[in-house]
T-cell receptor
Framework: TQLLEQSPQFLSIQEGENLTVYCNSS?????LQWYRQEPGEGPVLLVT?????EVKKLKRLTFQFGDARKDSSLHITAAQPGDTGLYLC??????????FGTGTRLKVLA | DVKVTQSSRYLVKRTGEKVFLECVQD?????MFWYRQDPGLGLRLIYF???????EKGDIPEGYSVSREKKERFSLILESASTNQTSMYLC?????????FGPGTRLLVL
C-alpha cells in the first residue's frame, strides 16, 4: 500500500513569511494533487502535477514535482492569514483511486 | 460552479442507531465517493460509486453501506452506529481527475 507522508504536520508562522511543505511517497506517483481545506469546509483542489520536474505556480503558491516523481513540495511566498488551512497531497491513479496524505496544518498569524 | 451538498453539518447519534448521511451533487458527475477524515489519518475511502446502483468498497467499508438510486445522490448508511465511527464524513464527486468535496458532516456517536 502506497503511503504518503507530509511534513511538517503543523506549522505556525507570521504573516509575510515564506514556507515550504512536503509530500513524500514510498513509490512513484502516477500524478499528484494538492488540496487546501479551510476550517469547516471540504478540501478544494489547488493543482495537479503529472510530469517529473514539473513546476506550477498559482499566485503566491509554487508547486514542484520531484524528478523521480516520488516527492512534491508546495512553497508559499509571503504567507497571508487567508492561507490558513490544512494542506493535503493526494496521489491519483485513474478515475477512482485517490490516496491522501495526512496533511500539514498551517496557521498564519496576522 | 460545481456544488456538492451534504444533508447535515453536525449530527449526534446514540450507539446502535441507524444513521443516514446524504450527499447530492448538481453537475451530473458519474463518480461519487464517501471518505472519513480523522486527525493523523488523513482521508480514507469508505465506498465509491461510478454509476447509478454501482458501488465499490474502498479501504474501510466495514460497518458502512451505501446507496445510489439516482445519479445525483449518494447515501452513506451506518447500519448500527458505534463510538469508533465518530468522525468527519466527506462526500465528493469527480470529473476526470478532479474531485469536488462537500462541506462535511461531523458525526458524534455517544
Amino acid at each position: 500500500t502506497q503511503l504518503l507522508e507530509q511534513s511538517p504536520q503543523f506549522l505556525s508562522i507570521q504573516e509575510g513569511e515564506n514556507l515550504t511543505v512536503y509530500c513524500n511517497s514510498s513509490s512513484v506517483f502516477s500524478s499528484l494533487q494538492w488540496y487546501r481545506q479551510e476550517p469547516g469546509e471540504g478540501p478544494v483542489l489547488l493543482v495537479t502535477v503529472v510530469t517529473g520536474g514539473e513546476v506550477k505556480k498559482l499566485k503566491r503558491l509554487t508547486f514542484q514535482f520531484g524528478d523521480a516523481r516520488k516527492d512534491s513540495s508546495l512553497h508559499i511566498t509571503a504567507a497571508q492569514p487567508g492561507d490558513t488551512g490544512l494542506y493535503l497531497c493526494a496521489e491519483t491513479s485513474g478515475t477512482y483511486k485517490y490516496i491522501f496524505g495526512t496533511g500539514t496544518r498551517l496557521k498564519v498569524l496576522a | 460552479d460545481v456544488k456538492v451538498t451534504q444533508s447535515s453539518r453536525y449530527l449526534v447519534k446514540r450507539t446502535g442507531e441507524k444513521v443516514f448521511l446524504e450527499c447530492v451533487q448538481d453537475m451530473d458527475h458519474e463518480n461519487m465517493f464517501w471518505y472519513r477524515q480523522d486527525p493523523g489519518l488523513g482521508l480514507r475511502l469508505i465506498y465509491f460509486s461510478y454509476d447509478v446502483k454501482m458501488k465499490e468498497k474502498g479501504d474501510i467499508p466495514e460497518g458502512y453501506s451505501v446507496s445510489r438510486e439516482k445519479k445525483e445522490r449518494f447515501s452513506l448508511i451506518l447500519e448500527s452506529a458505534s463510538t469508533n465511527q465518530t468522525s468527519m464524513y466527506l462526500c465528493a464527486s469527480s470529473y476526470r481527475e478532479t474531485q469536488y468535496f462537500g462541506p462535511g458532516t461531523r458525526l458524534l456517536v455517544l
